[in-house]
C-alpha cells in the first residue's frame, strides 16, 4: 500500500507492485538462463570444433590419419635435412617444421635412441648413421630385385612358361615376383599372391632347403599338388650362405608332361645357380 502526495492510499499501486516486485526477478533469471545456455551452446561447438583437428594440423596444417600422426611429425623432421650443410639447431627443426619444440624434442629423443637422428655437444641435430645402413641395405635390395627379375624373364623366354620368385612368409609362401608366359593358356599366379607352403614345388624348395647352409640346388617337381591342373619344377636360391627363395617354372598339366618337366629343369637348373652367384 502506498499513500500519495495527496494523502491517499493508492490502492491500484499498492495491488500491483508486489505482483511487479515478485515477477521482475524472475523474469531476470529466466533471461539469465537463457544468455548462459546460448553462451555455453558456443563454447561446446568451438570445444568439439578444436576436438575435430588433429593436433598434427594445429601444429603445421597437414593433416594426418589417425594413429599415424607420430610416424608423420618423425618422417618430417628427418627429411627436414635436405639443404643442410652441417647440424640443424632446435630452433631451426621448429622453423623447418611447423612442430612444437617439445614434440621435436620427445620425437628425437626417440629416432635418437634407434639411431635415426643424432646430437652433438652444441645442442645441433644430424641425421643418425643408422640411416646410412639401412640406406645401402634398400640399395642391395633394389639391385637384388632387378637381378631376380632379369633372370625371370630369360627363364620365361628359354622354357615359354611362367617363371616366379617365392619366399616364405609366415605359414604361406609370397609369390615376391612373377613373369607370365606369352602364351593365352597359363596357370594364374600374381605377384603379391600367398600360397601354400605345403604344396607345389616351389612350396616344397622352400621348407626343404632354408635350413640349408651349403647352397646345394636339387630340382623338385610337382603335378597337380596345389592346383590339379597346374605342374611346376622350381629351384632353390642363396645369398651367401644364407637360402633366398624358390625360383619356378609352371604351367599347365596338360602341356608340362613328365619329359617337358625335365627339359625345363635343363634350363631352371643352371638358372638357380646363375642367380645365387650374382646375389652373392
Known amino acids: 500500500m502506498l499513500i500519495g ?109 634407434h639411431g635415426f637422428i643424432e646430437r652433438d655437444g652444441e645442442g645441433r641435430f644430424t641425421l643418425g648413421r643408422e640411416l646410412i645402413r639401412l640406406g645401402e641395405m634398400a640399395k642391395r635390395m633394389r639391385r637384388s630385385s632387378a637381378i631376380i627379375v632379369s633372370a625371370l624373364e630369360r627363364l620365361t623366354q628359354e622354357t615359354g612358361e611362367s617363371s616366379t620368385f617365392c619366399v616364405r612368409q609366415g605359414e604361406r609362401r609370397l609369390a615376391l615376383f612373377r613373369v607370365d608366359s606369352p602364351r593365352s593358356v597359363r596357370d594364374s599366379i600374381r605377384a603379391g599372391d600367398l600360397l601354400p607352403l605345403d604344396r607345389g614345388a616351389a612350396g616344397r624348395v622352400i621348407k626343404q632347403f632354408e635350413s640349408n647352409t651349403q647352397q646345394m640346388i636339387e630340382l623338385i617337381v610337382s603335378r597337380g599338388e596345389r592346383d590339379p591342373e597346374v605342374a611346376a619344377v622350381a629351384g632353390p636360391i642363396y645369398s651367401n650362405t644364407k637360402f633366398e627363395g624358390a625360383l619356378s617354372v609352371s604351367g599347365p598339366r596338360s602341356r608340362l608332361s613328365e619329359a617337358r618337366l625335365k627339359e625345363i629343369g635343363r634350363s631352371l637348373l643352371p638358372a638357380c645357380e646363375g642367380l645365387t652367384r650374382q646375389l652373392s
Open 5 to 113: 502526495a495527496d494523502g491517499e492510499v493508492n490502492r491500484v499501486a499498492s495491488a500491483r507492485m508486489p505482483f511487479v516486485l515478485c515477477q521482475r526477478p524472475r523474469r531476470l533469471t529466466k533471461v539469465m538462463k537463457m544468455a548462459t545456455s546460448k553462451l555455453q551452446t558456443r563454447l561446446d561447438k568451438k570445444s568439439r570444433a578444436k576436438e575435430t583437428v588433429p593436433k598434427a594440423v594445429r601444429e603445421n596444417g597437414a593433416p594426418d590419419a589417425p594413429g599415424v600422426a607420430a610416424v608423420s611429425r618423425a618422417i618430417q623432421i628427418m627429411t627436414c635435412f635436405e639443404g643442410a650443410g652441417g647440424g640443424l639447431p632446435l630452433s631451426e627443426l621448429a622453423r623447418r617444421t611447423g612442430l612444437y619444440k617439445s614434440t621435436i624434442l620427445r620425437l628425437t629423443g626417440s629416432l635418437g635412441s
